[in-house]
């Protein structure tokens, strides 16, 4: 990605680093990503970014002006600046597939390599893992509110960067959206790409019938008319007006878009004029301001919207902005190790994770436990990369947008909703415990 830098890292990795290389500790360690808790409302999560983990964790070294950046701070030592200049990822990774549903305490990635390597690696991972596991996320909520309509990415504009634009649209179209407006993302990752026209097209015209005219002859293949610009419903007569003329040269008009006002009120008039003057194939698209709790109440209003540009709410998350999530330490030199911090204790050792499902297919509980031991239920982390290189071939996004459809149909009815859901089961087997117990009881304080 655009900065996948040795340097986008926090200083503590490096200076770190300089205390791992002088007491020569770089033996084997184990780190695994997990979340903590879900955010407020949200029922399960929906794993995202693994393919840009594995990207950066191929790639990642320090390039020549980095390494003198480093040295004229005047913090790093030589010898530790000569590592530095050397340094590659060589460890393993073990995964969960790129829309893996998941929950709290289960982790979705597992780093096996050198001390030094493993952490390093930690703000960059947590920086990729984290930001597109929540818009894919937020993204499915909306999916599976309104899975027979064409949602769209919007949310460029008001994204935290250009990097966070990108990676949302591919987040979102991972989750199931149709498509993005993000027309680099369309060229970086093969998203469908949408768009219509803004107001500023309509207002440079004295005559808003002339301005759709001349859009329609500069579009002819995505007419998709912009009618709130003054009066939607007058509006909409101008286009059914506009229609015959069009069609005589060759142009079908293929909606309109609606993008202020009470969108459902709009829709259902302008559903019958369209109707009525002849356009019945044409549709209607929705934006501004939308949300899954927004697009949730146009549904059962039933109102007759094909489509919806979902932008602001989702590129930031708006109303869960951030995870709990932490990249943890869970074995060193072939010891399991475990954090005892008050509200952030972790789990030791290098672990998997077992799904069950009920009779009907769906989701009904999981178990954490400690990798190798004897459990029910399909595993979940996968090995993916081998010393430093990919090893399991990795699923195109389209492949993974399927796995996450799949995923998704089989997430129980409950933990659908919006807000109040329940707590999926989530167990730590007795031999997990019983290993932190142990790690406890061995632990000199």
């Excluded at 933990?415 to 932190?436: C, G, H, K, N």
Aim: one cysteine or more.
């Amino acid at each position: 990605m655009i900065a996948d830098r040795a340097l986008l890292t926090d200083l503590y990795q490096l200076t770190m680093l300089q205390g791992y290389y002088e007491q020569n500790r770089e033996e084997l360690a184990v780190f695994e990503f997990f979340v903590r808790k879900l955010p407020k409302s949200r029922g399960y999560m929906v794993a995202a970014g693994l393919a840009q983990v594995l990207a950066y964790l191929e790639e990642v070294q320090f390039s020549p002006d980095e390494i003198d950046w480093l040295a004229g701070t005047g913090r790093f030592k030589p010898a530790v600046l000569d590592r530095l200049e050397a340094f590659r990822f060589t460890g393993d990774v073990h995964a969960m597939p790129e829309g893996t549903v998941f929950f709290p305490h289960e982790p979705i990635l597992r780093i096996t390599a050198p001390l030094p390597e493993a952490q390093l690696v930690e703000s960059r991972l947590i920086n990729l893992l984290h930001f597109q596991t929540l818009i894919a996320s937020k993204a499915a909520r909306s999916v599976l509110i309104a899975p027979d309509k064409l949602l769209v990415d919007f949310g460029m504009r008001r994204a935290h960067g250009s990097e966070a634009a990108l990676l949302a649209a591919r987040a979102s179209y991972l989750a199931g959206f149709g498509g993005t407006a993000t027309v680099n993302a369309g060229m970086y990752f093969d998203i469908p790409i949408y768009g219509t026209m803004a107001h500023s097209f309509v207002q440079t015209y004295s005559r808003e019938s002339q301005a759709f005219i001349d859009f329609a002859k500069a579009n002819p293949d995505n007419v998709v008319l912009l009618i709130d610009t003054y009066d939607t419903e007058a509006a909409a007569r101008k286009v059914v007006d506009l229609a015959d003329t069009l069609h005589a040269q060759g142009i079908k008009i293929k909606g309109v878009r609606i993008d202020s006002g009470n969108l459902a009120e709009h829709a259902i008039k302008v559903r019958r004029i369209l109707d009525q003057g002849g356009l019945q194939q044409a549709t209607i698209f929705a934006s501004g301001g939308i949300d899954e709790y927004k697009l949730a109440a146009l549904i059962a209003q039933q109102a007759p919207i094909d489509g919806f540009g979902i932008g602001t709410h989702l590129d930031t998350s708006a109303d869960a902005p951030y995870l709990d999530c932490a990249y943890k330490l869970q074995e060193y030199a072939g010891i399991a190790r475990r954090k005892r911090s008050e509200g952030k204790a972790t789990w030791p050792g290098r672990k998997q994770v077992y799904r069950n499902y009920d009779d009907s297919g769906f989701m009904c509980g999981d178990t954490v436990t400690v990798e190798n031991a004897p459990c029910t239920g399909k595993p979940l982390l996968q090995r993916v990369m081998q010393g430093g290189r990919t090893v399991l071939p990795q699923p195109s996004l389209m492949e993974s947008r399927e796995y996450a459809k799949g995923q998704l149909s089989r997430l129980p009815e409950a933990l659908r909703a919006l807000s109040d859901t329940p707590d999926y089961p989530v167990i730590i087997s007795a031999e997990l415990q019983a290993l932190a117990k142990s790690v406890d009881e061995q632990t000199l304080l």
